[in-house]
């Protein structure tokens, strides 16, 4: 049960509330209800496939203001706008922040359906890379100083003799700091550590 995706919906209406997760809970997802945004920023961010049905018209904080606290912070957290009327402005506002869709009240059932699953499958697909970027993380990290400097010269295109007399070390030495940094960063070739080194370069700079 506590795997199953999460559908949260954010709505002070406790009418459409009460449709949606009925809705919700017969497609075989987990519901869960808030009637304001506050209510529903104060519980923990799960770490299985989730999705926001958010009403864009809450008092207090709305639903676009929602969208401004959680952009970044949840982005495997897919955004499905739902509203009363129809207004265009507020409608390329939420999509052009990130939203993946909206749809006016009353909406037919199965254009929900569809569209939470898309969002489910987007969210489930951004805590797979996030998975795979701590798992790259956890292995740079156990690089040493040394072996940290070998590879990023050796990302910079160096070659092993040039790199051995930037540090002052035999090539022969080199070779065998960059076997250990291609182990331990689980790279196929050099092509690949390549790859792996841009994919965490945001969050060391």
Known sequence: ???????????DDVSVRESLELLIDQAQWRPQLFDSAPA???QP??????????????PGLNGLDLQNVIAGDQSQTPIIFITGYGDVPLTVRAMKAGAVEFLTKPFDDEVLLNAIADALECSRAAL??????????????????????????????????????????????????????????????????????AQLSPPLD
Do not use: W
């Open 40 to 42: 529903y920023l104060a």
């Open 128 to 197: 797979d890379r996030e998975g795979d970027l701590r798992v790259l993380r956890e292995a740079h990290a156990t690089l040493t100083p040394r072996e940290q400097e070998v590879l990023d010269m050796v990302v910079e295109g160096r070659m092993n003799k040039v790199i051995a007399s930037d540090l002052g070390i035999s090539e022969i030495t080199v070779k065998a700091h960059r076997g250990k940094v291609m182990r331990k960063m689980k790279a196929r070739s050099l092509a690949d550590l390549v790859k792996k080194v």
């Open 1 to 11: 049960m506590n795997n199953l995706p999460i559908v949260f919906v954010v709505d």
């Open 45 to 58: 961010r799960p770490q299985v496939p989730n999705c926001l049905v958010l009403d864009i018209n809450l």
